[in-house]
């Protein structure tokens, strides 16, 4: 009842202090800088937490003088102010944005170096970095001051759980542009990072797995960076690399998983493919992924997918012979192929559904072994590669008839049941047709109906769709690969006919 009476009170004062027109007086009592002037600025920071008043203290022209004033030397003047501001343009990105166009992300960056041992301070300028840091538009003003390092420092310093998730608040949108990425791994806030998780990885308490969570997101979201994804790559050999491995192994979900999520951004690089295949991470994962048929985590099942996928994509050095090996070990492993086709049919995961398509397709295209085929057709693969071939994304459809291809080149004889069953000619004649498919798409479809022309039942569905008047529409393509490769489709078609 008493804070209902007090909530009353304060909505019933900020109604007549609109009404007696006292906002309109305010910019002129803030101007003057004296005594009263934190007590004036503390009266808006108060009238402002009604949402109503918003708008009234910004027609009354508050926002200026309150920005002028946070050049102020005095402390109390300084966090009235930011009260003040913070209230006036709470929720309100519009506002934010005018404060930015301001000049106030490099003023309240400097008072944070400055009265950095003012507690209530320095939480009014995080807090204020929350917010703004939420706009795209802040980013550029955020980059070209030392924020990287005040933060990092004031990290640092601090001890109680509540303190530190304030500044994680703002690191994780801030980390989100690259080049605040790579000033914070410079700054040294990968250290931090390292020692909240081992001071939290073996606790239950509820504040300690929370900061594991967010410590170990953000050293994922650092590495999405390529810069800073290199510099702490350092050739293999860097401590966070070893360190970011062992959580791969660990019995954390959490570890495991920004493990996995690690490794598949360390593997961006080729360089890096190679160094990771050698020491041997292709196994950890499958191991990873060996527990979790059991446990199945399915965010830890995704990251671990995705890193494999990445590893299993060759680049143009000789020495990634090596990771056609991979891509030959992972695609003969019955096991792991048959939990990749249960994943293919996980529609309520649609990340755990894409990624593991895309692997299974990438294990045939990278490996081109007739036993990873095999593997395949035995695991009830080959239906969803057909189904992958109809994705709304150019770049699926393509890695998808490719393994089609390869799969009809290497065993036809076996594959034949399951390519009709699941209407391949049909996905195929629908893609040749499609005025929107890529020149990619058709000509893999070509090139794939000339691999399936050598099994009777297919055959006779390719003439009995008329395929002969699709491709010879495609002769005169603008695309001198695909016109080119239409002609020796109908001539095989004709030939066969």
């Known amino acids: 009842v008493y804070f209902k009476c007090l909530k009353f009170l304060c909505h019933y004062t900020s109604e007549k202090i609109r009404e007696m027109g006292v906002l309109a ?125 005040e933060l990092v420092r004031l990290f640092r310093k601090q001890v109680e759980h509540e303190k530190k998730e304030m500044i994680f608040e703002v690191l994780a949108p801030l980390a989100e542009n690259d080049v605040i990425k790579l000033q914070l791994v410079d700054a040294g806030l990968v250290e931090c990072l390292l020692e909240v998780v ?52 660990s019995n954390n979900h959490q570890l495991q998983l920004a493990g996995a999520l690690a490794i598949a951004n360390f593997a961006r690089n080729d360089g890096n493919c190679i160094h990771m295949v050698d020491t041997g991470i292709v196994q950890k994962l499958l191991e990873l992924l060996d527990r979790h048929v059991e446990e199945g985590n399915v965010t830890v099942q995704h990251a671990a997918l995705s890193a494999l996928r990445n590893l299993a994509i060759p680049g143009q050095s000789q020495s990634l012979s090596l990771l056609s090996d991979a891509a030959e070990q992972l695609g003969t492993n019955a096991k792991l192929v048959e939990r990749l086709v249960e994943w293919c049919e996980a529609k309520d995961h649609a990340g755990v559904m894409g990624e593991s398509n895309r692997l299974l397709s990438a294990l045939i295209r990278h490996s081109k072994s007739k036993d990873v085929v095999q593997t395949v057709i035995q695991g009830g693969g080959v239906k969803h590669l057909v189904t992958m071939a109809t994705s709304e994304h150019m770049i699926m459809q393509n890695e998808a008839l490719v393994a089609l291809g390869l799969i009809a080149a290497l065993n036809l004889d076996c594959t034949e049941k399951d390519f009709v069953a699941a209407n391949l000619v049909q996905v195929l004649h629908k893609l040749l047709k499609d005025e929107h498919s890529a020149p990619e798409i058709k000509y893999n479809s070509m090139i794939l109906i000339c691999s399936i022309m ?26 001198k690969t695909v016109a080119h490769q239409a002609s020796l489709t109908e001539q095989r078609l004709t030939a066969q006919s």
């Open 25 to 149: 007086m305010m910019p002129a009592l803030l101007s003057a800088q004296n005594s009263c002037t934190p007590k004036v600025a503390n009266i808006i920071a108060e009238v402002a937490k009604n949402e109503f008043m918003r708008s009234p203290c910004v027609e009354a022209g508050l926002i200026p003088p309150l920005v002028q004033l946070l050049n102020s030397n005095d402390q109390e003047i300084l966090l009235q102010t930011g009260r003040a501001l913070g209230n006036i343009c709470y929720d309100s990105h519009s506002l934010q944005a005018q404060l930015i166009i301001m000049g106030v992300i490099p003023t309240l960056v400097r008072l944070l170096g400055v009265h950095s041992q003012n507690t209530a301070l320095t939480e009014m300028c995080l807090i204020a970095f929350g917010n703004l840091a939420e706009l795209e538009s802040s980013k550029e003003q955020f980059a070209s001051t030392n924020i990287a390092e």
């Open 198 to 249: 081992a001071q939290t990885v073996d606790s239950d308490r509820d504040e300690d797995v929370a900061q594991l969570k967010t410590a170990s997101d953000l050293m994922v979201l650092l590495l999405l960076g390529d810069e800073s994804m290199q510099k702490l790559f350092e050739g293999g050999k860097g401590s966070v690399f070893q360190r970011v491995l062992s959580w791969v192994p």
């Open 454 to 479: 050598g099994s009777e039942p297919l055959h006779k569905e390719v003439q009995s769709l008329a395929f002969i008047d699709v491709v010879s529409s495609l002769r005169s393509h603008e695309n």
